[in-house]
């Protein structure tokens, strides 16, 4: 395999100090950029996440494009519960779709823990081939949804702002609820491995939806389970949990051994860096929102941003994904006043 020639990340998720701080964005393949919307015309959704080539190319755009300091491979959090066996469908301007949601113990009878190979090979095929694009221009980071966030979907069948009826189910049917998380993490396991196998040089935890529970609760229905991935990976590769929203718990996620940690915008960096300890890296945390906003406005915002990190391992990214409005040329503001602080 190539030797890589920006090593950024990796090294900040190993506490080591940096010429710069590394940078990329959640969700930076996805609509803002011209040529992702001219391949979205032509192939559905799972198509351009099932065909390694479409997959590979999609996922070098904003690396060519943007200048981003690691690519992410293009694929979903919904997969994996596709690849459990539920029918999961994306739904022009509304979103997820899953038509037969888990309601009882009795739909878990329809779940498998699948093997990964057979069932979501295709994914390790695109990361192999995204690999030999890349030829060690920049890492390649795999990842997959927290079972919290999976089983929300999973459970509530489309998404939701609040995904009560996945809380009632966990609070109403908790052994059945139990019993999918762990199906869930033993799926995701096996996948990050597979992913790491493939090439990818560290992982990310996905957990959007871990902020809709009170402290205990992420505790016993999210943190529990990406304990477990977290330690399953502890040899494999470095593991960046993002827990939108879970702020209350970054000590815990931090105690979990992962190198990273990414927070949104509504925690100031010092707070978090005082809940996290001085150890981890922190990834973030600029509101999305900020990229609509005039372009020396948002190179005024990142460079406030990178104070407020200074002094510790930092990974400058969005606080989530980057909206589909978003100007190319605002994408390319945010990650070049990056590499120009100092
Ligand atoms: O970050 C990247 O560039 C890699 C690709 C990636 C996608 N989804 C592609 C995608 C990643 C990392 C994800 C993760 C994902 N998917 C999450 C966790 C991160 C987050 O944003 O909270 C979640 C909750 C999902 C589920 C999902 N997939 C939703 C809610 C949607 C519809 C909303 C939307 O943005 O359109 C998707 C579809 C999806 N996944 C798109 C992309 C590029 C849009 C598809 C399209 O219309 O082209």
Redesign the pocket.
Known sequence: MSQLRNDLILRVLRGESTERVPVW???????YLPD?VKL?NKYS?FE?CRTPELAAEI?IQ?VEQIGVDAA???????VVPQAMGMEVQ?V?SK??LLPEPIRSTRDLDRLLVPDVEEGLGYVFDAIKLTKSYLAGAVPLIG?A?APW?LLC?MVQGQ?SKTFDGAKAFCYMQPDAAHRLLQMITDTTIGYLRGQVRAGADLV?I?D??GGLLGPDDFETYSLRYIRQIVAALKDAAPVII?A?GAWHSLAEMAATGAQGLGIDWCIRPQAARALAGERVALQGNLDPAKLLAPIPDIKKEVIGMLDAFKGHPHIANLG??IL?EVPVSHARAFVETVKQYS
């Open positions: 964005m959640m969700r930076q393949a996805g609509r992702y979205r959704f351009r996922t904003p992410i491979i293009f694929s979903d959090i919904l994306l022009e979103g997820p990842f949804g966030t979907y998404g990310q996905f959007s939806w993002f939108k989530h994904g589909p």
